[in-house]
C-alpha cells in the first residue's frame, strides 16, 4: 500500500470524536468546551509538554477572566504558572488579550497580514505583533509562549502551536472547530512537532532533517501533493502514529 492510501486510511480512522477524550487527551479537548477563538489561543499555547499536565493547566484557568479588569486578573492569576512561564506571564497574556478583544478580533489580524502575500506566517506576526502592543511584557518565558516576530524559515522555530491553533480555526472537522473562514485552508502549515517530525522522516515525506519553520514547510508540500485544498488534514494522523509509536 503506498503512503498516501495508508494516511487517507489513518485520516479517516481519526476522524471521530472519539479520538479526543478524557481517555485519549489533547489540548483541543479544553478548547472544545468553549468554542471560541480567544480561549482555544491560550489552550494552544499553553500546548507543549506532558499532555496530562497541559490539560491539567488549563482546567484550572478561569476564562471568565477575559472579561473582567486589570486588577481581577492579576488577583485570580497570581499563582498560576505551567513550566517555563510564572504567574506575571500568564497574567500578561490574558490582560493582553482581553485589551485586544476591545478592539478587534484574532481574525481580523490574521487577515490583515495574511492578505499581503497569501502567507499564514506574516498572518501569524500580525497577531504576535498586536497581543505584544497591548501589554508589553518581555520575559524568557513570555517570549517562549507568544513567539517572535518571524522573519526568516531556515533554522527559526516551526510555530507549532501557532500553527496548531490555525488548524483548529479554519478546518472544521470531528477534531478541528473550523470557527474561521475556511479560504485560508489551502495555505495553512503542518504544526510540526517532534513526532510529526520523526514519522515524516521515517515515511519519506521530509527529508530536511532540521527541526524548523523550512521543515514545516517542506513536509507541507509534499502533503498538498495528496490534497492540494486541504494538506493539514493529515497533521492529526501523523501526530497520532508517532505519538502510539505505530511506525
Known sequence: MDIKKRLDIEVEKRNSINEVSADRLDPILVAHRYKDPTISLICALFAYGNVKQIVKFL???DFSLLQKSDEEIQKALSEHYYRFQKAEDVIALFIALKRLNKQTTLEELFSKGYDKNKSVIEGINEMISFINSQFPHATQGYNFLISKV????KGAGALKRWMMFLRWMVRDDNIDMGLWSDRYRSDLIIPLDTHTFNVSLKLGLLTRKTYDLQAA???????KSFDKNDPMKYDFALYRIGQEKLL
Open 59 to 61: 482546567d484550572s484557568l
Open 150 to 153: 518571524t522573519t526568516k524559515t
Open 217 to 223: 514547510i517542506e513536509l507541507t508540500q509534499t502533503l
